[in-house]
């Protein structure tokens, strides 16, 4: 399915990409999930979280703080506050080091509390696009805490795209233990 241009495309499809994820997580092998993710010998694999996320617990731990991101930043935006989306000190040129410390943050959280804490993420974030009206999601700067973008964009970028980034590394990691 392309980029959803309606709330239900948007439901729909956040829904599905995160149920093929949590089936494609739940098909690896011990060995898939006990091999570090390694992909230092792929020189197409040159962004930054190629070489960040080392287990199926670092994926769900980035997915999980983005979903946090987007949930805090609509809801205090929404009641009145005036927050911006990455907190400071971070910006759009810097988020790396944001995901380099959600990382570290997380080096001693359990891999099964990790998946617990996207799913409810996951379920909350489902909740919060229920909510808003299409011309709400999809309506360029409806809201002026979305600049000139749609808030949609934001809601696929942390559902929908996010996890089709993830089954993708994750798809890259099996074949690296094939």
């Given amino acids: 399915m392309p980029r959803p241009t309606s709330k239900s495309d948007l439901l729909t499809l956040s829904q599905q990409n995160f149920e093929k994820l949590m089936q494609f997580a739940d098909s690896m092998s011990d060995r898939e999930r006990e091999t570090p993710f390694d992909f230092s010998g792929d020189k197409s694999k040159t962004e930054a ?14 997915l999980y703080e983005w979903h946090r991101l987007l949930i805090n930043w609509v809801g205090s935006n929404m009641n009145g506050g005036s927050i911006t989306f990455l907190p400071a000190p971070y910006n759009w040129k810097n988020y790396g080091d944001m995901n380099r410390a959600f990382w570290q943050a997380h080096q001693e959280t359990e891999t099964d509390s990790a998946r617990k804490m996207l799913e ?34 934001y ?3 942390n559902t929908s795209s996010h996890y089709d980034w993830a089954l993708k590394k994750l798809k890259a990691h099996r074949r690296k233990c094939s």
Avoid: P
């Avoid at 979280?49 to 980035?62: E, P």
């Fill in 49 to 62: 979280h190629w070489g960040r996320d080392k287990n199926l617990r670092d994926v769900y731990i980035h």
């Fill in 120 to 153: 409810a993420t996951h379920r909350e974030v489902m909740a919060l696009a229920e909510k808003l009206s299409e011309e709400e999601l999809y309506t360029r700067g409806y809201f002026g805490w979305t600049g000139n973008n749609a808030l949609a964009s």
């Fill in 155 to 157: 809601f696929i970028s």
